[in-house]
């Protein structure tokens, strides 16, 4: 296991769309460690495996260091994750991304998801999700379809955030986690 660097906006591999794991061997465990190791080191709550420049429909999910009634999902490895179900009521919240270094916005999203995925031993998994696992699963899996949270902003917040992508695009960004720049 390792630390990997992190892709940032606007790298052509975090528009790429992840492809499903049918088999679960030693490069699959290994990179889930990887993705973990990285997450924790970077401080961040989730991963998806595009962001360490891997094509496989991958996330890591890590809320120990939150304060938060899902806390308990201290490490949360999802493969193949599918939200079957959304609640109709929405929230808004303030996220960041670790592809996004010093950028961070209020994005409205679902309260509750349901989720299907498969475990690291292969079981398939449906998980009930509110607060905020149920935010970092949508966050992650938008991630795997090629998504960034910017894209979920209204249109005149997402104007507003210009001036921060392209400094990030243009790699005049600070981290305290290696990244890989466009
Ligand atoms: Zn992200």
Redesign the pocket.
């Known amino acids: 296991m390792s630390i990997l660097p992190i892709f940032t906006y606007n790298h052509p591999v975090l528009r790429q769309k992840a492809t499903d794991i049918t088999e679960i061997d030693e490069t699959i465990v290994n990179l889930a460690g990887s993705m973990h190791e990285t997450l924790l080191n970077a401080l961040g709550i ?1 991963l ?1 495996a595009n ?1 360490v420049g891997h094509n496989e429909a991958l996330i890591i999910i890590d809320l120990s260091l939150m304060e938060d009634e899902y806390s308990e999902f201290e490490h949360l490895v999802m493969l193949n994750p599918v939200i079957d179900s959304y609640s109709d009521d929405e929230e808004p919240y303030e996220e960041g ?4 270094p010093g950028y961070r916005d209020v994005v409205l999203r679902p309260t509750g998801i349901q989720a299907s995925y498969t475990d690291l031993s292969g079981k398939h998994t449906t998980i009930e999700a509110g607060g905020l696992l149920a935010r970092v699963i949508q ?2 899996v938008d ?1 795997l379809n090629g998504i ?2 910017f894209e979920r902003l209204t249109a005149i917040r997402r104007t507003l955030s210009r001036g921060k992508l392209l400094r990030i695009s243009r790699g005049s960004v600070d981290t305290d986690y290696p990244i890989i720049k466009d």
Do not use: N, T
Request: hydrophobic share 35%; aromatic share 16%.
């Open positions: 989730g998806a962001q991304c670790l592809s996004l966050h992650e991630h960034y949270f």
